[in-house]
């Protein structure tokens, strides 16, 4: 069965450095674009960044273009979320994503906090 899971959330300080992991498997990971997605209590889960299948697009949310980088190593199944210059509204929970077909399938999440 399709499994994502996350890891490398912490607490963190403002402008400092969180680099999350997605462990992927159960499907051809290779053939498949990877989403990250946020999202802060009492608000609605937004996408954060996604990436296609060979690493040749990463599309960003206004709100963290400049800071975050979605990376991919299909040889491992692995996604990655470096995120730099954290700010305190980047305090959420942080889900790895994957849509195949008309299935869509989430990790359990990784908390980041960002607060002095």
């Known amino acids: 069965q399709v499994q994502l899971v996350e890891s490398g959330g912490g607490l963190v300080q403002p402008g400092g450095s969180l680099r999350l992991s997605c462990a992927a498997s159960?499907?051809?990971?290779?053939?498949?674009?990877m989403n990250w997605f946020r999202q802060a209590p009492g608000k609605q889960r937004e996408l954060v960044a996604t990436?296609?299948?060979?690493?040749?697009?990463?599309g960003y949310a206004e709100a963290v273009k400049g800071r975050f980088t979605i990376s991919r190593d299909n040889a491992k199944k692995m996604v990655y979320l470096q995120m730099n210059s954290l700010k305190p509204e980047d305090t959420a929970g942080y889900y790895c994503?994957?849509?195949?077909?008309?299935?869509?399938?989430w990790g359990q999440g990784t908390q980041v906090t960002v607060s002095s």
């Open positions: 159960g499907f051809a990971f290779s053939r498949y674009a």
């Open positions: 994503n994957v849509r195949l077909g008309l299935n869509e399938y």
């Open positions: 990436i296609d299948s060979n690493s040749e697009y990463g």
